[in-house]
Every structure is written in C-alpha cells, then in structure tokens.
C-alpha cells in the first residue's frame, strides 16, 4: 500500500465544507508580508497584514510579487510566494498529549514548509494536499510549486514521501526532488535539483 494514509486523510479534507464548522481555532500569525495578500474566511475576504492571526479554514490567495510568511503556534513557518493559494485546513499541537497534525492545501502557486515543535512529536501527521499529489511530511524543510514546466517538490532537510494513485517517491537527500506532471503519472525518479534550479525554486518564495 503507497501510504494509503496520506490518501484517506486527502479525501477527507478535500470532501470537506469549511462554512459547515462551528469554530475554528487560531493556529498562526502573518509574521512578514510583501505586497497584497488576503484570506477568505466565512464567505468575507479580508486583506492581511502583519500581525494577522489565521485561523483554520482559512484560504490564503496572494497576488503579484507578493510574499507571506506565515508563522504557526510550534513555530512551523510557511513562506508563500506570488499567485498562490494555500488552505489551513488543520493545525493542532499539544505537546502535553504528544500530539501533532497539520493538514493544509496547495492548490496553486509555490511555497516553503519548515517544521517547528510539530515535527518533533511521536508520528505527527502532516501533509500537504497539491494538485499532482500528497506530500507526507516528517520533521523537515521542503519546497513545492512550479519549476521548468512542471510541479516540483525540493527536499531541503529531513525526509518526505511524495504520493499519488499511481506511485510514491521517498526522498532524504538534502537537494534532491521529484517532477510531477499529473494524477496519471507516478512521481518522477528522485535526482539532485543542482544550485540553479533550487536557487530559482527558493527566490520564488524569498523575502
């Protein structure tokens, strides 16, 4: 089984309705900002500045040359580049009961995940959900977004899986990554970006 988990919780969160929650938490806080951003929340767009908390469920859209880094509760930084949308749909630490998931969305656009304190509790549950695929992280540093034509994801530390119905790649080699190209085709074999491509693949989300 190619982490069927990672699937499940995927079909979960896709299928899921935010305006049919309750409450949602604040997780996060805009610790820097570049040019417009905003958040739709509730049916409201609300435009962001630093210091804005964010909440769950909340779908952060950036514009042109706009950068957003995004700090959450652990310390878990999500840098986001330009023409981007990234949805929170779960974040929850508790370090009292060894607890840690995280589960957002990337449905366009690039961006850079660093694990804080989630990343160091007993099995955390943390993926991402891109258009091509599901990321499974552990405690690590990753890219993902378009790079020479295609959707890349660029391991920077730690390790993760790259996942979709027809295939599954393993990287742990700091500056190695995968290429997808669509929901038909496995994850390209894992090979060493080079310092150009994951120059370019960084500044795409670099203040």
């Known amino acids: 089984m190619r982490n069927l988990l990672f699937f499940l919780v995927a079909v979960i969160f896709m ?30 767009q609300i435009a962001l500045n630093e210091g804005f908390k964010i909440e769950e469920f909340d779908e952060v859209l950036t514009g042109k040359d ?21 949805v929170i749909d779960k974040f929850l630490f508790d370090p009292v009961n060894h607890l840690g998931i995280a589960i957002l969305r990337s449905l366009e656009g690039a961006f850079r ?20 695929g599901v990321i499974g992280v552990r405690g690590t540093d990753f890219w993902a977004g ?6 890349g994801v660029l391991l920077l530390d730690g390790s993760i899986s ?13 500056g190695t990554g995968v290429n997808l190209t669509g929901n038909d085709a496995p994850p390209s074999e894992v090979t060493a970006w080079g310092a150009e491509r994951a120059a370019d693949a960084l500044a795409a989300v670099a203040f």
């Not at 706009?66 to 990234?86: A, P, Q, Y």
């Open 66 to 86: 706009t950068r957003v880094e995004i700090t959450f509760i652990d310390g878990t930084k999500l840098n986001i580049g330009e023409h981007s949308n990234i």
């Open 15 to 44: 299928s899921f309705d935010p305006h049919l929650a309750v409450a949602a938490d604040e997780v996060a806080t805009v610790t820097k900002l570049r040019n417009s951003a905003h958040v739709f929340r509730k049916g409201q």
């Open 162 to 174: 790259v996942t979709n119905p027809v295939g599954q790649r393993i990287l742990t080699a700091p």
């Open 146 to 151: 378009p790079s020479r034509g295609v959707y």
């Open 113 to 132: 995940f660093v694990t804080g304190n989630i990343g160091k509790v007993n099995q955390p549950q943390i993926v991402v959900q891109s258009r091509f």
